[in-house]
């Protein structure tokens, strides 16, 4: 079958980010209208030189996402190939966890695709079009190489819609009852694939999670946005005297129970449903303070355009924690948005601090966990940035 080629403009126009895999739609001629959509192309420059081959949409900005700058066949064997990269990379996280990501999209070189492993089930999200016709490829990928008793679809994302696409969601390997028992270090977790948020469980937070042993030992703990109670159940479990547990969810808020339950730290936390914000500033008026406070807020940022509202938000939010800490009590503050640089939400922690009349020292500065892997020619594979900040007036 004659291969489709997409041609790049010439002069500026045309000209690509080294090693990054995103080709926008303005960056190439008009002759692309030939091309199908969700099919392989190879990728010329203005001159016919090969450039790359990456699969098409017409209906996304971003028109092209290369899958190799090497002139080599998009294959059975080099979707294996991705695979096994990528699992080789995470062998070391399995030490300490049975729940990780195993395939990042971009980071791992298959864009549009994330695939994260609870125990014995796999999960998988499929944002893209080119990716979504490769999809039976995929999960046969994800039998062969990585053999989970379950395999369950949640393509279910804004992207999405961008790519011409409706949210999908079903089994593919047996039906699993819910939710999923996931061991973390010292915690365990149950995850509900079907009904939680995103894929079931923040992955990529566990380095922060663990982090949490040396700091909260006998504190008092107030965790907002505690989702299924990832924070809560672990700041418990290593040595607080007491952890309130805030989040918008009721259904949420259940599981985070559970999990207290299941790592037998029920009478040591709390969980309320409430606005985080709301709650920050009752307790502020109230008086009542705490020796840690941990926000791990949902983006605020979904696009580029909403940066100047998020930051205001991210403002507010980590001004009246530092009003609710103890004199030496600790912050964890994090944002996940790449829109949000580290350099943006470093500025608004230190804007927040002058404003509450605080200072503050940075006991450590948290990244997304190693099963996130960040490419540094991709800037968009680094979202996850925050840090423990000990907090003093």
Not at 121 to 146: C, H, N, P, S, Y
Not at 222 to 234: A, H, N, Q
């Amino acid at each position: 079958m004659k291969e489709d080629v997409i041609t790049l403009r010439e002069g500026r126009l045309g000209k690509l980010q080294p090693a990054h895999p995103w080709i926008y739609k303005r960056q190439l001629k008009k002759s692309y209208t030939e091309a199908r959509p969700g099919s392989i192309v190879r990728v010329e420059n203005a001159q016919g030189v090969f450039i790359g081959r990456g699969y098409f949409n017409p209906k996304s900005e971003i028109a092209v996402r290369v899958l190799t700058f090497h002139d080599e066949r998009i294959d059975v064997p080099f979707i294996r190939k991705r695979f096994e990269a990528a699992l080789e990379k995470r062998c070391r996280v399995k030490e300490t966890t049975d729940a990780y990501r195993a395939i990042y999209s971009e980071a791992d070189a298959l864009p549009g695709l994330i695939v994260d492993i609870y125990g014995d089930t796999a999960v998988f999200q499929v944002l893209t079009l080119g990716m979504e016709r490769m999809k039976e490829l995929v999960v046969d990928m994800i039998g062969q190489t990585i053999s989970p008793k379950h395999i369950y679809e949640k393509s279910v994302s804004v992207f999405r819609k961008i790519e011409g696409l409706r949210d999908h969601a079903r089994w593919w390997v047996e039906k699993r009852a819910m939710p999923v028992e996931i061991r973390e270090g010292k915690a365990r977790f149950l995850v509900d694939v079907e009904k939680s948020h995103k894929t079931g469980f923040y992955l990529d937070q566990r380095r922060s999670r663990m982090s949490l042993e040396n700091i909260v030992k006998g504190k008092r703990v107030l965790d907002l946005f505690c989702y299924t109670g990832g924070f809560s159940v672990s700041a418990a479990l290593f040595g607080a005297s007491e952890v309130s547990g805030v989040d918008i969810k009721e259904e949420w808020l259940a599981l985070a129970k559970e999990n207290a339950v299941l790592n037998g730290v029920a009478e040591k936390t709390t969980f309320a449903r409430g606005d985080a914000f709301d709650v920050l500033r009752a307790y502020n008026r109230a008086g009542q303070t705490f020796d840690v406070v941990i926000l791990d807020p949902p983006s605020f940022v979904k696009s580029a355009r909403e940066l100047r509202d998020a930051a205001r938000g991210y403002k507010e939010l980590n001004l009246t924690a530092m009003k609710v800490l103890n004199n030496g009590g600790t912050l964890a503050t994090f944002s996940c948005s790449h829109h949000m640089k580290n350099e943006l939400f470093a500025d608004i922690v230190k804007r927040a601090a002058l404003d509450a009349r605080k200072r503050f020292t940075i006991l450590k500065r948290c990244h997304q966990a190693e099963d996130h892997p960040i490419v540094t020619s991709i800037p968009e594979t680094e979202y996850l940035k925050g840090y423990f900040l000990r907090v003093t007036t």
